[in-house]
């Protein structure tokens, strides 16, 4: 369930907070399973995971998963020492916070701590009628297979809505909804912390299925992912032939003066996991076998099957497309040797970045005083950049240049021609 949902496809493959706080919350819930049985254990285990996702989320969201932690410590009819398990849950969760932000926010102790203050004000708000509206557009197909699986599990199991297996993940699934409520603006990065405690609920949903239902489910995902599939491969052939050529300029468009090449690893490990996958379906189709996960396995050995074609046959196009690479060593190459550079809005993702690629040494915020070279981003929706720092001296230009895929993006390289008086 967990490998077949559509809206982490991407997101599992960056290094990003939106995995950690996918890691954070599936943490949580398997402490609560273990607080069944071990309520000293398990609670602290799930407690430090509220102050985990306090220290890289901030505090509503793990308040909003806290909450539903000691919720479903209290509805959980089969847990031994409930009141002990959230005292020791809640103990531990703003201790850890308390300790972390006693030791790292009284003097703003370095731009870490500066960062994440700044970040709590846009963290919590009442969401907007526009958050509504992004909400039913994204969250049907971001969650699918999920959520209609989790409501149909509440539904099939409304009998026993204190066993463990459902009053966990459902109270954690509640206290989520509730906190990202007042967490606008609303998007992906916050959607993720629902994923976790949905595919528990929608693991034990799919057992109930009726006969119907559970043949629906294993036909959609053969259905879909074969037409998926095929439409890789339609793009990849489209691309190196050329035609037919709508397809080929809608792809080219993408990644202008990028020449495929020639190597036919991708080609023939795309066609085996083709292969793989066509004799999945075979076996489904004439075995007919009688397995209550076999519409999960489906879904997930087509996103799995999808997700490597692509990526075999795609892999350098796209790198082509989104790495900044090439342009990272075009910075390094004008930056002499030994001398550091001033970040002028760039953010610090793209710092590591240019940094590893291109060896540029950036100076460290608020350390800029004693550089000469400065480096800043320019987007065309935000009109011309003005040289950087300005007025702390006079700059040149000393270069700019841009991604071929991107632009509406330019970077320019400026130096400090006379400093300020």
Request: charged share 10%; aromatic share 10%.
């Amino acid at each position: 369930m967990f490998v077949s949902t559509l809206g982490i496809l991407v997101t599992l493959h960056v290094t990003s907070g939106d995995t950690v706080s996918i890691a954070i919350v599936a943490v949580a819930l398997y402490g609560l399973s273990v607080a069944s049985e071990r309520p000293v254990v398990g609670a602290a285990l799930t407690g430090l995971c509220a102050a985990a996702l306090a220290l890289s989320r901030g505090p509503l969201l793990a308040a909003g998963l806290l909450a539903g932690c000691i919720l479903g410590l209290a509805l959980c009819t089969s847990c031994r020492r409930r009141w002990l398990a959230m005292s020791v849950c809640t103990a531990c969760a703003l201790g850890l916070a308390a300790a972390v932000a006693l030791w790292k926010l009284p003097d703003g102790s370095g731009p870490l701590g500066l960062r994440w203050l700044h970040t709590l004000g846009s963290t919590a708000a009442p969401l907007t009628r526009g958050d509504g509206i992004w909400l039913l557009r994204n969250a049907s197909w971001y969650v699918w297979p999920l959520w209609p699986l989790a409501a149909w599990s509440l539904y099939a199991w409304r009998r026993h809505l204190g066993a463990a297996h459902i009053a966990l993940p459902a109270s954690v699934l509640a206290g989520l909804a509730l906190a990202l409520g007042a967490a606008a603006p609303l998007d992906e990065s916050k959607l993720v912390l629902t994923i976790a405690p949905l595919a528990v609920l929608a693991a034990f949903g799919f057992p109930t299925l009726r006969r119907t239902l559970e043949q629906w489910f294993d036909w959609f995902a053969i259905a879909a992912y074969t037409l998926f599939i095929a439409f890789v491969w339609a793009y990849f052939l489209a691309l190196i032939t050329g035609s037919p050529r709508a397809m080929a300029a809608s792809v080219l468009r993408l990644i202008p003066g990028h020449r495929p090449g020639n190597s036919m690893l991708p080609l023939v490990l795309a066609l085996a996991v083709t292969g793989l996958w066509v004799a999945l379906i075979v076996w489904r189709v004439r075995r007919r076998p009688a397995l209550l996960w076999r519409g999960a396995f489906l879904s997930a050995a087509g996103m799995t099957a999808l997700w490597l074609v692509a990526v075999t046959l795609f892999l350098p196009a796209a790198d082509y497309n989104r790495s900044y690479r090439v342009l990272a060593r075009q910075i390094g190459q004008k930056v002499p040797a030994g001398e550091c550079v001033v970040a002028a809005g760039v953010s610090p993702s793209m710092r590591a970045v240019i940094a590893f690629y291109g060896n540029v040494h950036f100076a460290p915020d608020g350390g800029s005083s004693a550089c000469r070279l400065a480096l800043q981003p320019q987007y065309r929706r935000s009109g011309a950049a003005p040289p950087p720092l300005d007025p702390a001296g006079s700059w040149d230009l000393v270069w700019e240049g841009q991604r071929p895929t991107r632009a509406d993006e330019s970077w320019r390289l400026w130096r400090l021609a006379q400093p300020a008086p």
